[in-house]
């Protein structure tokens, strides 16, 4: 049974926070290197990607946390793998390496739990993030003509990218935390120019950010103009994820799920982060507010962002087995 065939049946769950795991392990610089690394003239610590490289071990035993708690879908260590954030480490040369790292290890913890339950297979999503530069803003505000990225540059990283999680084995790319529509375009155009190269499709997941009560995304779209904008994609879901809790996520699903002609999928923090940038909503504070979302059917796949344990994820699992996947309105489709 294929990915598309279950969300019909029942709710998937996504698994939780990747950093908030990898904190607990109180890492030194010497965790982010290995033979090959030992002599880089630059700092690596932090650069949580790597890992997959470097500490494999690691990796491994938060994706089976998760799929212990009841998470169905993993998704990748490669949020920030591409050659545009991975030049703040300089490690350009290493992207290829490090989503097919991440895609593979996340593979081999999936099929192990496949194997033990065959009827509960597990999946892995590629994880894409949004890079550390805007295609359609400048960080200059004495300059807004500027750019520091262009259209190209950012669609030839994803591409790398994709490659490298594709060749590792991702079941579906996750184009996630999307605070630029223009960059998830490129990273659109990427992954369509890659299905039309290796004569290979897998399902998309796109999910956006919003940032603040506006409603709307860094670069300025609402909910439902950020919809629009990538619905000629043949994606399978589209959802939001961190920047707000899930209470203040619910509007903007609320819109996703009366417009919206693809599955819908959230993934919302933990709450919001404290003054010390931590993240104090417990997982029985979190279930009761996801427990609304999946009430009014908003929602095909539920998970967590910033914050979220597998403690997060076990309640949320428990209360996704008790509703049924939101629909899909055969008049939204055809408008």
Same mark, same amino acid.
Request: glycine share 6%; with cysteine.
């Given at each position: 049974?294929?990915?598309?065939?279950?969300?019909?049946?029942?709710?998937?769950?996504? #698994? +939780?926070?990747? +950093?908030?795991?990898?904190?607990?392990?109180?890492?030194?610089?010497?965790? !982010?290197?290995?033979?090959?690394?030992?002599?880089?003239?630059?700092?690596?610590?932090?650069?949580?990607?790597?890992?997959? /490289?470097?500490?494999?071990?690691?990796?491994?035993?938060?994706?089976?946390?998760? !799929?212990?708690? +009841?998470?169905?879908?993993?998704?990748?260590?490669?949020? @920030?793998?591409?050659?545009? &954030?991975?030049?703040?480490?300089?490690?350009?040369? *290493?992207?290829?390496?490090?989503?097919?790292?991440?895609?593979?290890?996340?593979?081999?913890?999936?099929?192990?739990?496949?194997?033990?339950?065959?009827?509960?297979?597990?999946?892995?999503?590629?994880?894409? +993030?949004?890079?550390?530069?805007?295609?359609? $803003? =400048?960080?200059?505000?004495?300059?807004?003509?500027?750019?520091? /990225?262009?259209? #190209?540059?950012?669609?030839?990283?994803?591409?790398?990218?994709?490659? @490298?999680?594709?060749?590792?084995?991702? #079941? $579906?790319?996750?184009?996630?935390?999307?605070?630029?529509?223009?960059?998830?375009?490129?990273?659109? !155009? &990427?992954?369509?120019?890659? *299905?039309?190269?290796?004569?290979?499709?897998?399902? /998309?997941?796109? =999910? %956006?950010?919003?940032?603040?009560?506006?409603?709307?995304?860094?670069? %300025?779209?609402?909910?439902?103009?950020?919809?629009?904008?990538?619905?000629?994609?043949?994606? $399978?879901?589209?959802?939001?994820?961190?920047?707000?809790? &899930? =209470?203040?996520?619910?509007?903007?699903?609320?819109?996703?799920?009366?417009?919206?002609?693809?599955?819908?999928?959230?993934?919302?923090?933990?709450?919001?982060?404290?003054? *010390?940038?931590?993240?104090?909503?417990?997982?029985?504070? $979190?279930?009761?507010?996801?427990?609304?979302?999946?009430?009014?059917?908003?929602?095909?796949?539920?998970?967590?962002?910033? @914050?979220?344990?597998?403690?997060?994820?076990?309640? /949320?699992?428990?209360?996704?087995?008790?509703?049924?996947?939101?629909?899909?309105?055969?008049?939204?489709?055809?408008?």
């Amino acid at each position: 049974m294929n990915i598309k065939e279950i969300l019909n049946e029942r709710i998937l769950v996504l #698994d +939780g926070a990747m +950093g908030t795991m990898i904190q607990q392990y109180k890492l030194e610089e010497n965790d !982010f290197r290995n033979e090959k690394l030992k002599d880089h003239p630059y700092p690596l610590k932090g650069n949580n990607d790597l890992l997959s /490289i470097t500490r494999p071990d690691i990796i491994k035993e938060i994706h089976r946390k998760y !799929f212990e708690a +009841g998470a169905d879908i993993a998704e990748t260590n490669t949020f @920030g793998s591409t050659s545009v &954030a991975q030049a703040d480490y300089h490690l350009e040369p *290493f992207v290829y390496d490090i989503n097919y790292a991440g895609a593979r290890i996340a593979k081999e913890i999936a099929e192990e739990f496949t194997k033990k339950e065959p009827h509960k297979p597990r999946f892995v999503a590629g994880s894409m +993030g949004p890079t550390t530069k805007l295609a359609s $803003m =400048s960080p200059d505000v004495n300059n807004p003509g500027y750019r520091a /990225i262009t259209f #190209d540059q950012l669609k030839n990283a994803f591409k790398e990218q994709a490659q @490298g999680l594709m060749d590792g084995g991702v #079941d $579906m790319f996750l184009i996630e935390t999307i605070t630029d529509t223009l960059n998830a375009k490129a990273a659109l !155009f &990427a992954v369509q120019e890659l *299905f039309d190269e290796t004569r290979k499709q897998i399902p /998309i997941m796109i =999910s %956006g950010t919003i940032t603040d009560a506006s409603g709307r995304i860094l670069s %300025g779209q609402t909910t439902e103009a950020f919809l629009i904008s990538v619905s000629h994609a043949p994606l $399978m879901s589209i959802g939001l994820n961190c920047a707000l809790g &899930a =209470s203040a996520l619910r509007p903007y699903l609320q819109v996703l799920n009366e417009k919206a002609p693809f599955y819908t999928s959230a993934h919302p923090n933990a709450g919001l982060p404290n003054e *010390f940038g931590q993240y104090d909503q417990t997982p029985e504070e $979190m279930a009761l507010q996801i427990k609304e979302f999946l009430e009014e059917g908003l929602v095909n796949i539920i998970g967590g962002c910033c @914050g979220t344990t597998p403690r997060h994820i076990e309640l /949320i699992a428990k209360l996704a087995k008790e509703y049924k996947p939101r629909k899909i309105e055969q008049e939204i489709i055809e408008s």
